[in-house]
């Protein structure tokens, strides 16, 4: 079993990030071009607690190394289950995903939260992220392998996706000012929405 | 916002996610806790279109599975 971690500070508030986290992969974000797509399955709202929960689809293209190619036989799509869940009042976001593809080989899962800075509760938002590799063969160099390769992997992907969010909240705090200036709804996002494949 | 994996799906996913975050910025994160009509009529077409792919694809089956072996929001708690 191998652990990553990571944990970084967004100086956007909690709800410029909770609101831009729904945009995480849309074409303001050019830094994730392994996502394929994105599709919300289900969503909920708890009566009792206000908890809204989402469950998504995501589907990954992953170039994987020509090793591990003869055991995957050659897929290069994977899929994600992500759920999450928004808590508007102790304003936090919890996003929990697993693999659905490969996981006789690997499981993955994976814990994100998005909360307050304490300090700075109205301007700067705290990501934590947390992630847990483990190699289901009885190999154990193989699984090894296989586990650095997908630490490592998620280590390049999770800085790309720092990287791709700052640019998503960048654009959505740019169009929620040009908003406040005319006065307006919100638009739709039909314009940056463009599928990018 | 991103792809479906249908792309025949995109203009409904495209039009249920406007609805969302519309939804989502100017009610749900101002203290509203009931969800939107408009939204839930867009999301049902939406995921009528996505069905088609997720049976085809035999991620239905996948998604069933995951959901039998995880219960809600106990991913992380099952795994410490």
Redesign the interface.
Known sequence: MKVFESKCTFNYSW?EV??AN??K???WNDKASH???????????D?AT?I??TER?I?CKQSVPRWLMVVVGGADVS?V?E?S??D?VAKTV?M?S?N??FNNLLSV?E?VTYRPDPANPETKTIFEQ?A?FKAAGGFSRFCNKIEDWSVERFGQNASLGREGFESVLRMSRQAWNDLREQGT??P???A??A??? | ?????L?E??PA??K???C???W???K??R?E???DETCKKL?LE??HC?KKA?DSKG?SK??D??RKN?E??D??RR?S
């Open positions: 709800e909770s609101q729904w945009r992969y849309c074409a996502v394929v797509s994105v599709d919300t399955l289900s969503r909920s709202i009566p206000g809204l929960r689809l589907a899929y289950r759920t869940y928004v508007p919890r929990e697993q659905l593809t899962f814990t947390d847990q709804s919100l739709t996002m039909a940056a929405s599928p990018s494949a | 916002m991103s792809a479906s994996l792309p799906c995109l996913k495209e249920y996610d406007a969302f975050i519309r989502y910025t100017e749900f994160l203290g806790r009931t969800e999301f939406y995921s996505l997720l991620i996948m998604l599975e995951a995880t809600d929001g991913l992380s795994e």
